[in-house]
Protein backbone atom coordinates (compact mmCIF):
# COMPACT_ATOMS: atom_id res chain seq x y z
CA UNK A 1 0.00 0.00 0.00
CA UNK A 2 1.26 3.63 -0.46
CA UNK A 3 0.30 7.00 0.71
CA UNK A 4 0.34 9.94 -1.88
CA UNK A 5 0.70 13.54 -0.90
CA UNK A 6 0.91 15.94 -3.42
CA UNK A 7 0.48 19.79 -2.52
CA UNK A 8 -1.13 21.71 -5.52
CA UNK A 9 -2.82 24.93 -6.11
CA UNK A 10 -6.52 25.34 -4.78
CA UNK A 11 -7.78 26.62 -7.67
CA UNK A 12 -6.77 22.80 -9.47
CA UNK A 13 -8.33 21.00 -6.85
CA UNK A 14 -11.42 20.36 -8.88
CA UNK A 15 -9.91 19.27 -11.56
CA UNK A 16 -7.58 16.62 -9.43
CA UNK A 17 -10.92 15.23 -7.56
CA UNK A 18 -12.61 14.85 -10.69
CA UNK A 19 -9.13 13.04 -12.15
CA UNK A 20 -8.90 10.91 -9.07
CA UNK A 21 -12.71 9.79 -9.02
CA UNK A 22 -12.40 9.38 -12.91
CA UNK A 23 -9.92 6.27 -11.77
CA UNK A 24 -12.10 4.75 -8.92
CA UNK A 25 -10.53 6.10 -6.20
CA UNK A 26 -13.36 6.67 -3.49
CA UNK A 27 -11.78 8.65 -0.78
CA UNK A 28 -8.85 11.36 0.06
CA UNK A 29 -8.30 14.09 2.62
CA UNK A 30 -7.67 17.84 1.47
CA UNK A 31 -5.92 19.79 4.19
CA UNK A 32 -5.59 24.02 3.63
CA UNK A 33 -1.78 24.74 4.18
CA UNK A 34 0.97 27.38 3.86
CA UNK A 35 3.86 27.35 2.54
CA UNK A 36 7.06 28.20 -0.08
CA UNK A 37 8.77 26.29 -3.04
CA UNK A 38 11.40 28.03 -5.25
CA UNK A 39 8.95 31.08 -5.69
CA UNK A 40 9.91 32.46 -1.97
CA UNK A 41 6.24 34.38 -1.57
CA UNK A 42 6.08 37.47 -3.04
CA UNK A 43 4.79 41.10 -2.31
CA UNK A 44 1.45 42.96 -2.43
CA UNK A 45 0.94 46.22 -1.91
CA UNK A 46 -2.79 47.38 0.30
CA UNK A 47 -3.83 50.70 1.13
CA UNK A 48 -0.15 52.18 0.14
CA UNK A 49 1.99 49.70 2.12
CA UNK A 50 4.10 46.66 1.21
CA UNK A 51 3.48 44.07 2.72
CA UNK A 52 5.44 40.51 1.89
CA UNK A 53 3.95 36.89 1.70
CA UNK A 54 6.58 34.64 2.77
CA UNK A 55 4.12 31.60 2.49
CA UNK A 56 1.61 30.89 -0.32
CA UNK A 57 -1.92 29.10 0.36
CA UNK A 58 -1.53 25.50 -1.13
CA UNK A 59 -3.59 22.29 -0.57
CA UNK A 60 -2.52 18.92 0.93
CA UNK A 61 -4.30 16.48 -0.92
CA UNK A 62 -3.55 13.03 0.47
CA UNK A 63 -4.69 9.27 -0.75
CA UNK A 64 -4.00 6.15 0.39
CA UNK A 65 -3.94 2.88 -2.25
CA UNK A 66 -3.21 -0.18 -3.34
CA UNK A 67 0.71 -0.67 -5.25
CA UNK A 68 -0.81 -1.23 -8.59
CA UNK A 69 -2.60 2.12 -8.47
CA UNK A 70 0.11 4.21 -7.90
CA UNK A 71 1.62 4.71 -11.54
CA UNK A 72 -1.80 5.85 -12.36
CA UNK A 73 -2.95 8.06 -9.51
CA UNK A 74 0.39 9.97 -9.68
CA UNK A 75 -0.42 10.65 -13.93
CA UNK A 76 -3.72 11.63 -12.76
CA UNK A 77 -2.58 14.11 -10.31
CA UNK A 78 -0.09 15.47 -12.25
CA UNK A 79 -2.23 16.39 -15.54
CA UNK A 80 -4.75 17.94 -13.36
CA UNK A 81 -2.75 20.00 -11.06
CA UNK A 82 -0.02 20.96 -13.92
CA UNK A 83 -0.29 24.89 -15.02
CA UNK A 84 3.33 25.15 -16.33
CA UNK A 85 4.08 27.70 -14.61
CA UNK A 86 6.29 28.08 -10.79
CA UNK A 87 4.16 27.09 -7.50
CA UNK A 88 2.48 23.72 -9.32
CA UNK A 89 2.98 21.48 -6.86
CA UNK A 90 5.03 18.34 -5.39
CA UNK A 91 3.85 14.63 -5.14
CA UNK A 92 5.25 12.94 -2.50
CA UNK A 93 4.52 8.86 -2.13
CA UNK A 94 5.23 6.78 1.05
CA UNK A 95 5.31 3.09 2.07
CA UNK A 96 2.46 2.49 4.19
CA UNK A 97 2.59 -0.70 6.62
CA UNK A 98 -1.19 -1.13 7.36
CA UNK A 99 -4.30 0.21 6.91
CA UNK A 100 -7.36 -0.56 9.39
CA UNK A 101 -11.22 0.43 8.80
CA UNK A 102 -12.35 1.72 12.21
CA UNK A 103 -16.07 0.59 11.15
CA UNK A 104 -15.57 -3.15 10.29
CA UNK A 105 -12.04 -3.92 11.16
CA UNK A 106 -11.04 -4.44 7.67
CA UNK A 107 -7.40 -4.77 7.24
CA UNK A 108 -4.65 -4.32 4.64
CA UNK A 109 -6.04 -3.62 0.72
CA UNK A 110 -9.65 -3.91 2.08
CA UNK A 111 -9.43 -1.65 4.30
CA UNK A 112 -8.91 1.23 1.95
Known amino acids: MKLVTAIIQPHR ?4 RQALTALGIDG ?7 GYG ?4 HTEIYRGAEYTISFTPKL ?3 VALPDGRLD ?4 AITKAARTGK ?3 GKIFTID ?4 LR ?3 GETGDDAL
Do not use: F
Not at 13 to 16: E, K, S, T
Not at 28 to 34: F, L, S
Not at 38 to 41: I, K
Open 13 to 16: LDGV
Open 28 to 34: MTVTEVR
Open 38 to 41: RQRG
Open 60 to 62: KVE
Open 72 to 75: DVIA
Open 86 to 88: IGD
Open 96 to 99: LQSA
Open 102 to 104: VRT
